[in-house]
């Protein structure tokens, strides 16, 4: 068995980050039952704060709580992945508008590194994906709404319960960094509009392809 070293902060919060990596690498199954006993021997730790991280993972939607029955990792529906993309594209389509018009050359710039980045990702899905959600952060981040910032964060864990199945869709890669380009130019322009709606299409064109 492999020890875990555990961080200096709250211990329930560690246990809940290697949950949500676990989650997000399908270490641990949609819809499978979490084994608390198992992990919290794995991991050298009561039941207590493992508890307590099932309960902020049951917060941002990764983790179902069933009374008497434990936990299990969240399924995501077609409806629930509709819901979730339908509100990240009104969420981030604003935010995008907000940039073009708002941004700094300085900010400006930095959201082009990384779409050139993203761009030279693009043979690797996995660190695509992960450029890709940078530049969606920090693009947030230019924006600078915080209460925004932290409901695209709580949606966006709900999304990468399917992310595994938009990554293999033929094409998808070269797609996205289509529409990001797009997005790039709106916002190079300055084009609040084309920028709100090139981001409108992108988050359209992602629920086809995580379907």
Same mark, same amino acid.
């Given at each position: ?98 940039? +073009? !018009? @708002?941004?700094?050359? &300085?900010?400006? /710039?930095?959201? %082009? ?7 030279? *990702? #693009? $043979? ?12 969606h952060m920090r693009l947030l981040e230019i ?44 916002? +190079? !322009? @300055?084009?609040?509009? &084309?920028?709100? /709606?090139?981001? %409108? ?7 086809? *392809? #995580? $379907?």
């Amino acid at each position: 068995m492999v020890a875990v070293s555990l961080s200096p902060r709250a211990l329930y919060e560690e246990v809940a980050e290697l949950l949500r990596q676990r989650i997000f690498k399908r270490e641990l199954e949609p819809g499978s039952w979490i084994d608390e006993l198992k992990i919290a021997e794995e991991y050298g730790i009561s039941r207590t704060p493992l508890r307590e991280a099932l309960k902020v993972l049951a917060a941002e939607g990764l983790v179902t709580m069933k009374v008497r029955r434990g936990a299990y990792v969240t399924e995501v529906s077609d409806t629930d992945l509709a819901d979730v993309y339908h509100l990240l594209s009104l969420l981030e389509s604003d935010a995008a508008g907000v940039v +073009a !018009k @708002r941004a700094t050359d &300085a900010q400006l /710039k930095e959201l %082009q590194a990384l779409h050139k980045d993203l761009e030279a *990702a #693009a $043979g690797n899905r996995e660190k695509f994906f992960a450029i890709n959600e940078r530049f969606h952060m920090r693009l947030l981040e230019i924006a600078g709404n915080r209460w925004r910032d932290q409901m695209v964060a709580d949606l966006r864990k709900v999304m990468k319960l399917n992310r595994h199945n938009s990554l293999l869709k033929s094409g998808r890669v070269r797609e996205s960094m289509l529409e990001h380009r797009a997005i790039m130019d709106a916002l +190079a !322009k @300055r084009d609040a509009s &084309a920028a709100v /709606k090139k981001m %409108q299409e992108h988050f359209r064109n992602g629920l086809e *392809a #995580a $379907g």
